[in-house]
């Protein structure tokens, strides 16, 4: 069977329910069959295939989740940890020169980088599939999916849900990904809460607005600096940590952070059947005290990282 992915770039490559659908099958099945240690059920069918994670930002779950779904695929991982630092990137070597090279020994590439773009730059040169693990502050496609998936896990839809975003929505890319991809579904209306100066982008409002277009499948939308005011409605309430790293004057990170914090408390004002997800790390924004709440689905929704990623890998190598 031909491949429908090969380089993932952005969300809006999934606009179909049936690829959506395909992706979220085949991580079920790399759950169970991992459970069930039928290991030859997960491999790859061709030969042992190489992933190359390189990563000019920091990074925990997303490169080690790959790492790991390569793994147990059957594959094999080479990588670069911190590429500014222990790369030729330090010699003054370019993106796409690394880009080019690194395509030479691996079968996919797994790219974080600084800059909005650069995945799609990387895929115009690259002789393999390139996976875009975060530009800058623009997308963090397989976030999203793994988001989206964790949702239709915990509550068994991704339409007609009512969706609160927290936090940084101006810096934080796994915000603006979600916020396209469940833009896609039916009966969606979504909540954003932020401090007026990291309010989300005004370009994704655009979309929202303008480009989403249509009657029925209109997204309906709110902005608010008050996120008691809304969390009772939710079904989801999507968190995020202020994106200290970006910010140009520490003062100003220092005076948004702490704006929200989801304590016992918030919880309480919540929806029985709501969750509370959240790409983590998480800083302060949601105190330990709540992890054992069954809303809580953070833990969780990292797990199924682990297996999105898998039948990502799957679907693009096989
Ligand atoms: C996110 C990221 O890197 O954008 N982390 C992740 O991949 N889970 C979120 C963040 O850093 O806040």
């Known amino acids: 069977m031909a491949s429908k992915l090969s380089s993932v770039i952005e969300v809006k490559q999934f606009k179909e329910r049936e690829l959506l659908e395909e992706i979220f099958s085949l991580a079920e099945e790399m759950e169970t ?42 594959g094999e991982v080479i990588s670069t940890e911190d590429a500014p630092t222990f790369s030729s990137v330090t010699k003054g070597e370019s993106l796409v020169d690394t880009i080019r090279v690194i395509g030479s020994y691996a079968d996919v590439i ?27 502050t623009g997308q963090h ?11 239709r896990k915990e509550l068994g839809r991704i339409d007609d849900l009512e969706v609160g975003l927290a936090g940084d929505l101006l810096y934080g890319r796994t915000v603006h990904s979600l916020t396209y991809l469940l833009a896609q579904q039916k009966g ?7 401090p007026e100066e990291i309010r989300l982008p005004r370009d994704i409002i655009h979309y929202l607005e303008e480009e989403k277009g249509g009657k029925e499948d209109k997204v309906s939308f709110e902005e608010t600096t008050d996120l008691k005011e809304i969390i009772s409605k939710v079904d989801v309430l999507y ?29 309480s004002l919540m929806k029985k059947t709501s969750r509370i997800l959240h790409p983590l790390p998480r800083v302060d924004e949601i105190a330990i005290e709540v992890d054992n709440d ?12 682990l297996y999105l990623r898998m039948a990502l890998l799957k679907m693009i190598l096989d």
């Open 110 to 136: 797994v790219l974080r980088h600084h800059e909005e773009g650069s995945s799609k730059i990387a895929t115009e040169v690259s002789p393999v599939p390139i996976i875009n693990a975060g530009d800058g």
């Open 188 to 194: 969606i209306k979504l909540y954003f809460v932020s």
């Open 294 to 305: 069954p809303r809580a689905a953070y833990f969780r929704q990292v797990h199924n990282g």
């Open 141 to 151: 496609p397989t976030q999203a999916l793994l988001d989206i998936y964790t949702i």
């Open 239 to 267: 968190v995020t940590r202020i994106q200290k790293e970006r910010f140009r004057n520490i003062e100003d990170y220092n005076r948004l952070r702490g704006s929200y914090v989801i304590d016992k408390e918030m919880v």
């Open 33 to 74: 069959a991992d459970k069930q240690g039928m290991y030859g059920k997960l491999a790859l069918t061709t030969r042992k295939k190489i992933l190359a994670t390189l990563f000019y930002e920091p990074s925990t779950r997303t490169r080690l989740s790959f790492e790991s779904a390569m793994i147990r695929l059957g």
